[in-house]
């Protein structure tokens, strides 16, 4: 096994990362349906995928008669992400804590799945998401989730501070470090709050049914036990 060297540098390993999230459990039959359920009708708006990696949520929000646009930090993501959804589709090379290269009010949604546990500070990200939404729009959020961060990570940290942790992820025989960020879940909401959103919806989905013959082991966990952690925010109207 050798060392991936920078973490979480998604490109040295972005094919491999994009072909397995396209058949697990964990992404295609929990994450990517529960973060198309909560968007709910997106048929003539216009939404953002904040980290959009190869393009797996963004091609479903198209195909559900969204007009879509993406950016993610990675290029050789963005490079997929491009081959899948065609030049017509705006894809960009751009990072979630960034400005961003976008206009003031210019969606109508935006979505950013299990991207936000990258960051330390979500102020700056929430903010910018928070500038290019539009009155009345909303931003869908899926994150890593608090109290399963503080119950299964080994040494466990104080609960109510932010601290980061670093895992690895294997590909064939190559290892890539992964760095992430746990935080309490009010400072979740608090972070919400004060980039001017209002939380409306929290949720832990159950996974896809679809999951329960193919995965029969993970789909009891998923269905029993805490992973992930679902919002949906609200930009106040006029």
């Known amino acids: 096994m050798t060392d991936g060297g ?4 998604y490109d040295s390993f972005a ?9 697990n459990v964990l992404n295609a039959y929990y994450a990517l349906p529960a973060m198309e359920a909560l968007a709910g009708d997106v048929r003539g708006r216009h939404v953002l995928d904040a ?15 969204a007009t879509v646009s993406g950016f993610d930090a990675s290029a050789a993501m963005v490079a997929l992400a491009r081959e899948r959804l065609g030049d017509d589709v705006d894809v960009r090379v751009a990072a979630l804590g960034e400005p961003l290269p976008y206009d003031d009010a210019s969606f109508d949604d935006a979505v950013s799945s299990l991207v936000l546990h990258y960051l330390e500070d979500w102020g700056p990200a929430l903010a910018e998401l928070r500038r ?47 760095t992430f960020w746990r935080r309490p879940l009010h400072a979740m909401t608090e972070a919400f709050t004060a980039a001017g959103f209002r939380l409306s919806v929290v949720s832990e989905p159950q996974p896809d049914p679809a999951a329960r013959e193919l995965f029969p082991d993970d789909f009891r966990d998923l269905s029993t036990k805490i992973t992930f952690l679902f919002f949906v925010l609200e930009v106040p109207g006029p």
């Open 6 to 9: 920078t973490a979480n540098d």
């Open 15 to 23: 094919a491999l990362y994009a072909a397995q999230t396209e058949s």
């Open 132 to 178: 290019v939404l539009r009155p009345g729009g909303r931003l869908v959020v899926a994150v890593h989730h608090p109290f399963a961060d503080y119950a299964h990570l080994d040494p466990r940290p104080d609960y109510h501070a932010t601290t980061s942790w670093t895992e690895e992820w294997t590909f064939g025989e190559q290892a890539f470090p992964m």
């Open 51 to 65: 980290g959009c990696g190869a393009g797996a949520l963004t091609a479903r929000l198209r195909d559900r008669g």
